[in-house]
């Protein structure tokens, strides 16, 4: 019988190695028979490399000694696995993520095997509490307001969609030898939109494969309306949209944007956030963009 083609998972922690450790486990029972998984430590400033290590002494992981951004360990884990490993796929995986179905790989290999237009291919991702409600079946990208919408609404057919949930998704390494790297100037938020709209503009397209699923916690790492949040969420935005939009949607985003601002401030006080704090990172995010300040600038 032949060996399916080589899978590399590749996770990112960073101070965090409950979750990563959580999410090992839950690889455990997958019956792909051809895997291996790569951790990237991304500069952690707490016990997790021996916490990790303890829990898996033999999995294979990369070291940073500082946090270069989730791009960057996006980056170190995707050559490691085609240009190391030779694999032929690679998953990369949020660390706040579990798997409980045994065949998620196979799905998704499968999948993206039978059709050759497809560059990128993700599970439907539901919420990690019950009662595991859709979180996402795909993401909209609309470039005339500078947004992307989940999408919560699922099908037993395959879902062709803009862009798939950064926390679960299969690339092949054709897509890696055509398309490139994750911009790293993201740091945080935005990337896997942004190298989503790449892989369609090299002429791939993306599915979301809704008969295999993934459990995701929300915002585990960095928490929700934060000012940490804002900076890069607002700053990643603008940068997406210099990549990607043309000059009328650049226009209708401007006019949009202070209407964005108040709505998210809304939000991050409602949250019980320092409304004053929240406010001084959007307005340094906007800075930042301006200057073409990229890399990590907020922590």
């Not at 054709?174 to 938020?189: A, C, H, Q, R, T």
Request: net charge positive; glycine share 6%.
């Amino acid at each position: 019988m032949t060996q399916p083609w080589l899978v590399a998972i590749v996770i990112i922690n960073w101070n965090n190695a409950p979750d990563t450790i959580e999410c090992l486990r839950s690889l455990v029972n997958l019956l792909y028979a051809n895997y291996k998984v790569i951790v990237v430590d991304n500069g952690s400033k707490d016990n997790s490399l021996e916490m990790i290590s303890r829990a898996f002494p033999d999995i294979v992981m990369i070291k940073f000694a500082d946090n270069k951004g989730y791009g960057a360990g996006c980056n170190s884990g995707l050559r490691y696995a085609f240009e190391q490993l030779g694999a032929m796929y690679c998953l990369l995986l949020n660390n706040d993520t579990a798997i409980e179905d045994k065949y998620f790989l196979n799905c998704l290999v499968n999948s993206i095997q039978d059709d050759a237009s497809i560059g990128i291919v993700g599970p439907l991702v539901r919420n990690y509490s019950p009662p595991h409600s859709i979180q996402s079946a795909g993401v909209q990208i609309n470039l005339y307001i500078g947004n992307s919408q989940l999408i919560t609404h699922t099908s037993q057919k395959p879902i062709w969609t803009d862009a798939v949930h950064g926390c679960a998704f299969l690339i092949k390494k054709e897509v890696f030898e055509k398309v490139g790297l994750f911009d790293e100037n993201f740091f945080l938020y935005w990337e896997e939109t942004d190298y989503c709209i790449r892989v369609r503009q090299a002429g791939y397209r993306i599915l979301v494969n809704p008969e295999t699923y993934i459990l995701h916690k929300i915002s585990a790492s960095s928490g929700r309306q934060t000012a940490l949040y804002l900076y890069y969420y607002f700053r990643n935005r603008l940068l997406l949209m210099r990549k990607h939009a043309q000059p009328v949607q650049w226009v209708i985003l401007l006019v949009l944007l202070p209407l964005y601002i108040l709505i998210h401030l809304w939000k991050s006080f409602r949250e019980g956030n320092n409304l004053l704090m929240s406010a001084k990172a959007i307005w340094q995010a906007c800075k930042d963009f301006n200057q073409s300040a990229f890399a990590r600038r907020w922590s």
